[in-house]
């Protein structure tokens, strides 16, 4: 006599609930016969491709039976046979796992020039705690740079007659959390020690394979028209047009019909009443970054004296529903650049 069926429903109940305990994102797909996912890896979790020394950042999967996924994305997990979850306790110890199977690049070998770090570089250990100074921070990042929240140095700069945007965050030791944006997106994030950094404008050109001579990379004020300069509100970056912002959740409570979770402010404190919303509406408006941690994206449509108006974003970074107009004194309250919430 054959034993009974496990329906599949009870089947996915069983694989989201693990993948939920994982800090990892799920949902079904349009027919509702597919449980899909995607595994984000931030710092000091790392996945490389050992065939091109790149970091994979993202991983997206459909789950298979009750307990392994196999990858739809990026292409070098494609490969791999269907990847076990059920019994890890972690996700550090899940990736770690497909590293371990996708195998490790050959090191590589250093540059002849300007290094460029890749953004899966991690930072120092605790133990290295050298102090920089004011002096050291306006050589190499400009006079003109702004500091905003969490120690945040922010540049404008045009290379080549294009606006770019440069953002550094001072983590530790002599390391800092580095981005550059252009009008395309994020060009580049990453890791950089100030030991060996060469300048604002000289690593954004090293970056962007600039053919305009380093000195012709000019640092330019941001202009009225696009952000508000933020004179009246003292002690907060102010959001540029084009920028995406990020609002952090905290999950209290999860399950497969609903999740709890409140609001963080940007000193990292809750605040607000706990709300709640059926799980998959939950998971279509938040993106997971960790265990029990969301995020709202936004991207920056316009800034006023007074008022910020903003668009949701998904998880590919898509535009999602209506434009939000806002005060802009709450929204700095709730709100962070996202090169400054790494």
Not at 102 to 121: D, N, T
Request: some cysteine; overall charge negative.
């Amino acid at each position: 006599m054959t034993e009974p069926r496990i329906p599949e429903e009870r089947l996915y109940k069983i694989a989201r609930r693990k993948l939920m305990a994982l800090g990892i994102q799920t949902w079904f797909s349009e027919d509702q016969k597919q449980l899909k996912g995607e595994i984000v890896i931030n710092p000091p979790m790392e996945l490389v491709n050992p065939d091109n020394g790149e970091t994979i950042k993202k991983a997206r999967f459909v789950v298979v039976g009750h307990d392994r996924m196999r990858f739809l994305m990026p292409e070098a997990l494609m490969k791999l046979e269907p990847q076990p979850f059920i019994d890890f306790n972690s996700l550090q110890e899940l990736v770690s796992d497909i590293q371990a199977r996708l195998g490790r690049p050959e090191p590589a070998a250093e540059a002849a020039e300007i290094k460029v770090p890749r953004a899966s570089e991690p930072p120092p250990a605790a133990g290295h705690r050298k102090g920089i100074s004011l002096d050291t921070l306006s050589t190499a990042l400009g006079k003109d740079a702004q500091m905003g929240p969490g120690s945040t140095v922010a540049r404008q700069m045009t290379v080549e007659g294009k606006p770019v945007r440069f953002l550094a965050r001072f983590e530790q030791g002599d390391t800092f959390v580095a981005r550059v944006d252009t009008e395309e997106g994020v060009a580049w994030k990453g890791h950089f020690e100030m030991e060996t950094f060469p300048g604002a404008e000289a690593f954004v050109a090293e970056i962007l394979g600039a053919e305009v001579p380093v000195e012709e990379v000019s640092a330019e004020p941001v202009q009225p028209d696009t952000a508000f300069t933020g004179a009246g509100i003292p002690g907060y970056q102010m959001p540029v047009v084009g920028e995406d912002w990020v609002m952090n959740i905290l999950v209290e409570k999860e399950d497969e019909e609903e999740t709890r979770y409140v609001s963080v402010n940007i000193d990292g404190q809750p605040y607000g009443a706990p709300r709640v919303l059926p799980t998959e509406a939950f998971l279509k408006t938040f993106v997971c970054v960790g265990k029990g941690v969301y995020r709202l994206l936004t991207r920056i449509l316009e800034v006023t004296p007074d008022k910020v108006t903003y668009t949701r974003l998904d998880y590919d970074r898509q535009p999602v529903g209506n434009p939000i107009t806002t005060d802009l004194v709450p929204f700095l309250a709730s709100f962070t650049p996202e090169a400054a919430s790494y």
